[in-house]
């Protein structure tokens, strides 16, 4: 099948790993993989937004990554800095909207300066949504939700028993996009480490033993054509879905 013919995912979320053991591999430093990491994430970017996508959402750091040695956690955050400082023209150029999952307030303010501007001037930007995981976890964004809930329900504005899946949804920090359709997990391990729990429920999931580094546009295109041989069946029967019975 031609990449023309293919059925583009609306929502890609992609967990980038493998840039520690790519670099190893080569006998360099762990972050000279991360700076072969931006390359690839400049690649994916670009492909993803000629594909058709209009989401994209990519894990790049986790609230559990604070434990990696100091001098690998500042690498990551000036490699991120370099990394929105260089591409706002790019991204207005392509009209792609920057958005931040995750508690900014606790990155860098140098950080969270640059993330902020470049979220603001690309705000008017409907080409495609580039949602950062920046400092996130799964847990602790359903824990927040579930105060916010918690707390409109003491102020009476909410009843418990009201509460549906829109309302908690609505405090997710990937609100108001669609859940992910395809996940894509680059570098060979077989879990989620804290990612989207709620909104990969439905998801597609792609491992691929490549190393994020290695990660291209035919790599991405090969999850795509994956995503295409898969029968998305949502609690139905594979006959159902046939006969359009989706809805
Ligand atoms: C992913 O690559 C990047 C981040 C988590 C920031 P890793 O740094 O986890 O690479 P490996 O898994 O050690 O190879
Ligand atoms: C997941 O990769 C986080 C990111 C890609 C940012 P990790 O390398 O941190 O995951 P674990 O520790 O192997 O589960
Ligand atoms: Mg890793």
Same mark, same amino acid.
């Given at each position: 099948m031609d990449s023309k013919e293919l059925v583009i995912p609306s929502h890609i979320?992609?967990?980038?790993?493998?840039?520690?053991?790519?670099?190893?591999?080569?006998?360099?430093?762990?972050l000279f993989g991360h700076r072969a990491g931006v390359k690839a994430v400049q690649t994916i970017?670009?492909?993803?937004? /000629? %594909?058709?996508?209009?989401?994209?959402?990519?894990?790049? $750091?986790?609230? #559990?990554?604070?434990?990696? *040695?100091?001098?690998?956690?500042?690498?990551l955050m000036a490699l991120l800095q370099n990394y929105l400082k260089?591409?706002?023209?790019?991204?207005?150029?392509?009209?792609?909207?920057?958005?931040?999952?995750?508690?900014?307030?606790?990155?860098?303010?140098?950080?969270?300066?640059?993330l902020e501007e470049t979220m603001a001037k690309t705000a008017h930007?409907?080409?495609?949504?580039?949602n950062l995981a920046l400092n996130y976890g799964s847990r602790a964004?359903?824990?927040?939700?579930?105060?916010?809930?918690?707390?409109?329900?003491?102020?009476? /504005? %909410?009843?418990?028993?009201?509460?549906?899946?829109?309302? $908690?949804?609505? #405090?997710?920090?990937?609100? *108001?996009?669609?859940?992910?359709?395809?996940?894509?997990?680059?570098?060979?391990?077989?879990?989620?480490?804290n990612f989207l729990l709620w909104q990969l429920s439905y998801a597609e999931l792609y491992f691929t033993e490549v190393k994020w580094p290695d990660f291209g546009r035919d790599e991405l295109i090969e999850a795509i054509r994956a995503y295409n041989a898969r029968q998305r069946?949502?609690?139905?029967?594979?006959?159902q879905v046939q006969a359009g019975g989706q809805a």
């Open positions: 979320a992609i967990i980038m790993d493998g840039n520690g053991r790519w670099a190893t591999e080569r006998g360099q430093l762990r970017v670009e492909a993803a937004r /000629s %594909l058709g996508v209009r989401h994209l959402t990519l894990y790049a $750091f986790s609230t #559990e990554n604070w434990q990696r *040695p100091a001098s690998e956690v500042s690498g260089s591409e706002l023209q790019r991204m207005l150029r392509n009209e792609i909207r920057l958005h931040c999952l995750g508690d900014a307030e606790q990155l860098p303010k140098d950080v969270r300066v640059i930007c409907t080409g495609m949504n580039l964004e359903i824990l927040r939700a579930v105060q916010t809930l918690a707390r409109a329900c003491e102020e009476k /504005s %909410l009843h418990w028993a009201d509460i549906e899946e829109a309302h $908690f949804v609505r #405090e997710l920090y990937s609100a *108001p996009q669609p859940d992910p359709d395809l996940l894509i997990r680059t570098g060979g391990e077989c879990r989620l480490s069946r949502f609690g139905r029967t594979g006959e």
